[in-house]
């Protein structure tokens, strides 16, 4: 019923924020369809949980959000790579007056800090680095995962550029475009299902754009349900720790 009364809420004229677990929207999808986005309301609805939650269990993995969002009409879809671009984000949302998810994972930050924060307008993706090999696409906590195998790719004299796309909804077309036509090699990284999550839609960029001679890698979670276990266990079973990304890399694309 929170849906509907955040929607109550902002027909009134209100910005009702609203923070539920990524699992639990689940349940109440059929809302924030019709009561939500249909109606072009400006509720931002905070995605608790994204991704694997660890000892929460199978039934509270968070890894279907994007893909079941990313359909949904009117939706802005974002995601921080850390507290403050978090802050940044609510900021961004409730000033937008229309429905906005942003989604993050449960727990703390991550061990990297980001020095670099920059304000978020134009729905813009966010360059971290640049670099002429290879471009890794990342959303979410997955940003800092990305530094990770860009650390270990570069001490082999390997070029990465970096790219935080922030907004899953509208895409940063423009930004990834530039960086796939420059290295002609991409990766992906999500903690999500790989099926319309960040892949599905930097594939679509590629195809649209009828792209030749690239290198593409995705780096989420397949098709299945996910297994009880820890954050580091299953990130490890399913190739989504740094060195299995960054040897795969290795193996994957001809300039190395």
């Known amino acids: 019923m929170h849906y509907g009364f ?3 809420l902002a027909k009134t004229g209100m910005i009702p924020v609203v923070s539920i677990y990524s699992s639990f929207y689940q349940r109440g999808y059929d809302q924030v369809i019709h009561d939500i986005a249909l109606q072009n309301l400006g509720v931002v609805m905070c995605v608790d949980r994204a991704g694997i939650v660890g000892n929460d269990g199978e039934t509270h993995q968070g890894i279907l959000d994007m893909s079941f969002f990313s359909i949904v009409p009117n939706l802005t879809i974002m995601a921080p790579k850390d507290f ?6 609510l900021e961004y949302a409730v000033n937008l007056n229309k429905p906005v998810v942003i989604r993050y ?20 993706a966010e360059i971290i680095k640049e670099g002429n090999n290879l471009s890794i696409i990342a959303i979410g906590k997955m940003v800092e995962r990305a530094v990770e195998v860009a650390n270990i790719l570069e001490k082999e004299d390997i070029s990465v550029e970096i790219i935080n796309t922030r907004f899953l909804k509208p895409i940063d077309k423009e930004t990834i475009l530039k960086s796939i036509m420059k290295t002609r090699n991409v990766i ?3 903690d999500n299902i790989i099926k319309g999550g960040l892949a599905s839609q930097v594939e679509d960029i590629i195809v ?4 030749d001679n690239v290198e593409f890698k995705k780096f989420g979670y397949p098709d299945e349900f996910i297994k009880h276990g820890s954050v ?4 490890k079973k399913y190739g989504l720790d740094a060195e299995h990304i ?8 001809s300039y190395i």
């Open 246 to 253: 960054a040897n795969a890399c290795k193996k994957e694309n």
């Open 105 to 124: 994972p449960r727990g703390g930050e991550g061990k990297i800090k980001f020095d670099v924060h920059e304000s978020i307008k134009n729905e813009k």
């Open 208 to 211: 649209e754009e009828k792209l």
């Open 188 to 190: 992906t990284i999500e």
């Open 84 to 89: 403050e671009e978090l802050e940044n984000m």
């Open 6 to 8: 955040c929607a109550g």
């Open 232 to 235: 580091q266990e299953i990130e």
